[in-house]
C-alpha cells in the first residue's frame, strides 16, 4: 500500500489536513483539459510547465494538493516539489480529490 499511496495520494484525512493548512490545489492537467472542467479556485500549471514555474508556486508559501485526471501526473508533480522543498501531497484523480473535499 505504500507505493500506491506514494503514487495516486493517501486519505481522505491526508487531504483534509492540507485544506486546514489552506493548501493551494493546484490542477496540473493540459490546457484543453483544464477548460474542459476544474475544481473551483484551483491555480492551473500543466505538468510540462511546472519545473519552470516552482518559484511562482514558492512565493504562494503554501502548502499544495495536486491533482490530474487519474494520479499519476499530480504524483509526478507532488514529487518534483517535494524535492524543492514545497510541502505537497497527491491529491489523486479530480473527480477522486471533489468526493474528498465534499
Avoid: W
Amino acid at each position: 500500500m505504500g507505493l500506491l499511496n506514494a503514487l495516486f495520494g493517501k486519505s481522505k484525512n491526508n487531504v483534509a489536513e492540507y485544506i486546514e493548512k489552506n493548501a493551494v490545489i493546484l490542477d496540473v492537467r493540459s490546457h484543453g483539459e483544464y477548460q474542459g472542467g476544474h475544481i473551483e479556485k484551483a491555480k492551473h500549471i500543466p505538468l510540462q510547465e511546472l519545473k519552470s514555474r516552482l518559484n511562482e508556486i514558492k512565493k504562494l508559501n503554501q502548502p499544495v494538493i495536486a491533482y490530474c485526471a487519474s494520479g499519476m501526473r499530480s504524483a509526478s508533480a507532488t514529487s518534483m516539489l517535494k524535492s524543492h522543498g514545497i510541502d505537497a501531497v497527491n491529491g489523486g484523480g479530480m473527480g477522486s480529490l471533489m468526493r474528498k473535499l465534499g
